[in-house]
């Protein structure tokens, strides 16, 4: 599976964004989805998941602003962002793999994308 993030850019704060995760490659539908981000000087933290049934599931302090979805039949996964504040502000990835837990620790998974910018200007 390869996967191309798409949908970043420059946003004021207060607005939205959209972001798409383009998969290739068979089995798409089997794997669950996240969204990770990483600000300058930090480390990379978990944004939302999505497991290949369409459960969702949020860091808890994006709950509200952020959605996830996929469409299976397009093999992508999005992310709504509405209302972005300048501390969103970070490269966004997007990741895969056969276990929506490791999805929601964010490590050992199997497949990554190259990372979209979202820069929230104040």
């Known amino acids: 599976v390869q996967l191309q993030a798409s949908g970043g850019g420059l946003v004021q704060a207060g607005g939205s964004l959209r972001l798409s995760c383009a998969a290739s490659?068979?089995?798409?539908?089997?794997?669950?989805m996240g969204w990770f981000r990483q600000a300058p000087g930090k480390q990379r933290e978990f944004v939302a998941g999505?497991?290949?049934?369409?459960?969702?599931n949020y860091a808890d302090s994006l709950k509200g602003r952020f959605t996830i979805s996929r469409d299976n039949a397009r093999n992508t996964v999005d992310l709504q962002m509405n209302s972005l504040k300048p501390e969103d502000t970070a490269v966004y990835y997007c990741?895969?793999?056969?276990?929506?837990?490791?999805?929601?620790?964010?490590?050992?998974?199997?497949?990554w994308g190259q990372g979209t910018q979202v820069t929230v200007s104040s």
């Open positions: 999505i497991s290949s049934g369409g459960t969702t």
């Open positions: 990741a895969a793999d056969r276990s929506v837990l490791r999805v929601r620790i964010g490590r050992n998974l199997d497949y």
């Open positions: 490659g068979r089995s798409f539908s089997n794997y669950a």
